[in-house]
């Protein structure tokens, strides 16, 4: 314990003491001063700046991953980046300027970015938390960008490379081969959605699987309700224009817009929101459609029971059963 000496007791004393009492207690409430100062006044400054310093870590000011890209040959515009996987929630942008960029964003969880460029084509790029991406390339060469910082990207991007000059059963084939061996991979799900058929389950000629799900009102949705008449199975999302078109274009169908009949459209839609389903619904009228989002993205339930692992797809049934799959959407108002 400290005692504090109160000098006014020691003023009696000979002031020629220089190293008596008086002196001894001066320096020790000088000192006590100085200490006193420094606790309530100097401390606190030296605090602040590592408070400051803890909160823009953690908060707000810092991202996940963080993409920096250059690109020859494109000097300005905007890509739209989605997840397949739900990664990031929702659709955003990248402003390109001068050929470069650069994407920060937090993550739900490590997953797959797709990057869509202007004329539809697509990069897929692998984000893990606390791992920053380097993207490289020719924007008129994308089969041959460059995509760095983990190890996934570096061994996608070589694999994209030694495919860009097969042919697509070539590429199928080496996309099977590499699902096989990595069939837990982020890659091997987006090689799945990208480069591979889905296997013909139920095949031409079989009969609709039996389901029960909700649609995104909340109706019981099951597929005795899809058994009599001509049905069209579709899946969308809002990031892919073909499949919205798909989805569309059966719905004037089923109006009798375009001259012919379809009684039932199940569209499976993609997104993580069901709130962006509803709301996409309603912009393009195509409420007579049955729409279906569970939230769980490519791992919905009905998309293994309809045997749907590609995007779009579809499945045209009579009376239940299975007469078409993967009808492109221009040829829809043909059949």
Not at 81 to 93: E, L, N, W
Not at 284 to 302: E, Y
Request: with cysteine.
């Amino acid at each position: 314990m400290v005692e504090l000496v109160d000098t006014r007791d020691l003023k009696s004393l000979d002031p020629k003491r220089s190293c008596g009492f008086e002196s001894r207690s001066r320096h020790y409430y000088h000192g006590m001063m100085i200490m006193r100062f420094f606790h309530n006044y100097i401390l606190p400054l030296l605090f602040i700046p590592a408070l400051l310093l803890s909160v823009s870590s953690c908060g707000s000011g810092s991202y996940d991953v963080t993409i920096d890209g250059h690109l020859l040959h494109m000097n300005q515009g905007k890509f739209f980046v989605f997840s397949p996987d739900g990664a990031i929630a929702a659709i955003d942008t990248i402003t390109v300027t001068g050929g470069r960029f650069t994407y920060e964003t937090d993550l739900r969880h490590d997953g797959t970015l797709v990057i869509v460029f202007p004329n539809f084509k697509t990069l897929a790029v692998f984000v893990e938390r606390d791992c920053d991406i380097d993207i490289k390339g020719d924007a008129s060469q994308l089969k041959d960008v460059e995509v760095k910082g983990t190890k996934l990207n570096e061994e996608f991007t070589e694999w994209r490379k030694e495919m860009s000059s097969k042919a697509d059963k070539e590429v199928e084939k080496n996309a099977r081969q590499y699902v096989r061996e990595h069939p837990d991979s982020p890659v091997a799900r987006w090689m799945r959605m990208k480069y591979m058929r889905e296997e013909d389950h139920p095949a031409i000629g079989e009969p609709l699987p039996r389901f029960t799900t909700v649609d995104v009102d909340g109706h019981l949705v099951s597929h005795e309700q899809l058994t009599q008449g001509n049905t069209l199975i579709v899946v969308w999302s809002s990031w892919n224009y073909d499949s919205q078109n798909a989805v569309r274009r059966a719905s004037n169908i089923m109006r009798g817009a375009d001259g012919r009949k379809i009684d039932h459209t199940l569209a499976i839609c993609l997104d993580a929101e069901v709130s962006k389903c509803r709301s996409i619904r309603r912009s393009q009228n195509t409420d007579n459609v049955i729409h279906i989002c569970d939230g769980k993205m490519l791992d919905s339930p009905l998309l293994k029971t309809f045997g749907l692992s590609s995007f779009p797809a579809n499945i045209l049934l009579k009376n239940g059963v299975v007469t078409a799959r993967n009808v492109p959407t221009a040829k829809l108002s043909s059949l």
